[in-house]
């Protein structure tokens, strides 16, 4: 049925009518789609090339900040005077406090050299040997022993000389006596007396000739002590210049060691700076701080905090700018040092949410002659950097 619709003159020509338009559509939407513009493809974004590096940081000396204190031996003590007042510049070498303890250093130092002087006096002495008097005076001892001696023997001798005549005449008159009591002319009480007498005198003979050896080697005794005491005074001995030579030796190192301790009393400027800061007064006990604070501020840097992760693009010379809110306009400088030590972030900018544990690395900017003057007071005053990459 459906088909002899189709068939019937009328519908056929609606039927082709149809079938001609869907063709054409079809056609013209093949046509259209393929000449048609087709849609923009839009770029990949890119990264904007990074010309800076920002850090903050701080001002400090081109040297390190000096402590000026006591040495550890007179750790402790007061300051008995101050020529020096912050801001002050000084020189190398400078005095700028005087100990407490200078005046008993210095004491023991004259007392030193003191014994300098005995020592030497003390050794010139043992090289010129003894003193002219005491020689002639030993040498008079000795002349006065020989005469005590000559004296002495002689008078002795005449007591020998004496005896040796009793004992003589009392042998010649035993003698007699001996014979006469043999003849029977006398009792034999008479030839006792004589025998008596006889060894009265021999004992005494032998007394005084014994006394005169002793009263002899006595002397001769004396008379060698004087000599050799005469030899000794006379004689310079190496070895007693020597031991002279060593005392003196000694008090010359103690009069060194005397000059170092009072020197020490003396607080000296060990380079040329400025004084940034007083810890302790005239009159006062040197605190743990010390007693003043010293720099070569004429040579400023700032110390720039870079992230570690920045710190790949950081390259000695390269030029940057500081900004502070002490001071007007930017400073000019170059990075002359890049530290080889990761830290703990020091400098914050105290900004709400800000990530206080940042590891950074020091980077040392060397601010030039007319920026460095500029902010030569403001040691340790915190700062903007600016990096300039090229």
């Known amino acids: 049925m459906s088909l002899d619709l189709f068939l019937k ?35 990949a974004e890119t990264a904007p090339t990074v010309t800076r590096i920002a850090a903050l940081g701080r001002l400090e000396p081109g040297s390190e900040v000096i402590r000026l204190s006591a040495p550890i031996s007179l750790d402790g003590d007061r300051i008995s005077e101050l020529f020096v ?34 020592a030497q006096a003390k050794l010139a002495q043992v090289r010129a040997g003894a003193k002219t008097g005491e020689i002639e005076a030993q040498q008079a001892t000795i002349e006065r022993l020989q005469a005590d001696r000559q004296g002495e023997i002689a008078a002795q001798t005449a007591e020998i000389n004496r005896w040796q005549s009793e004992v003589r005449t009392a042998q010649a008159e035993f003698d007699r006596f001996n014979s006469l009591y043999k003849q029977g002319a006398i009792a034999a009480s008479n030839l006792d007396s004589k025998r008596l007498a006889l060894d009265t005198a021999q004992s005494q003979l032998r007394q005084a000739q014994v006394k005169q050896n002793q009263t002899a080697n006595s002397l001769e005794a004396q008379l060698s002590e004087a000599r050799a005491t005469l030899n000794r005074i006379a004689e310079v001995r190496p070895v007693d210049v020597q031991t002279v030579a060593t005392e003196v030796n000694s008090a010359i190192a103690a009069v060194k060691r005397a000059e170092t301790e009072l020197e020490q009393a003396y607080i000296r400027a060990p380079m040329a700076g400025q004084i940034l800061k007083i810890h302790t007064r005239a009159g006062e006990k040197i605190s743990e701080s010390g007693i003043a604070d010293l720099a070569q501020n004429d040579q400023m840097v700032a110390v720039a905090e870079v992230y570690q992760s920045d710190i790949a693009n950081v390259k000695v010379g390269q030029r940057a700018t500081i900004t502070g809110q002490a001071f007007a306009g930017e400073l000019q400088g170059t990075v002359s040092e890049i530290g080889l030590q990761v830290n703990q972030q020091q400098v914050f900018s105290n900004q709400p949410g800000e990530n206080l544990d940042r590891r950074v690395i020091d980077v040392k900017i060397r601010l030039n002659p007319v920026a460095s003057r500029k902010v030569s007071s403001l040691t340790n005053l915190q700062v903007q950097t600016s990096i300039l990459l090229n």
């Open 85 to 118: 007042k912050q801001g002050d510049r000084v020189q190398k070498g400078q005095v700028i406090a005087v100990l407490d303890s200078r005046d008993r250093l210095q004491d023991a130092l004259l007392q030193a050299r003191e014994q300098v002087q005995v």
């Open 9 to 43: 003159p009328k519908n056929r020509l609606w039927s082709g009518i149809a079938i001609a338009t869907l063709i054409t559509g079809g056609t013209s939407f093949h046509v259209v789609s393929q000449f048609s513009p087709k849609p923009a493809i839009q770029p």
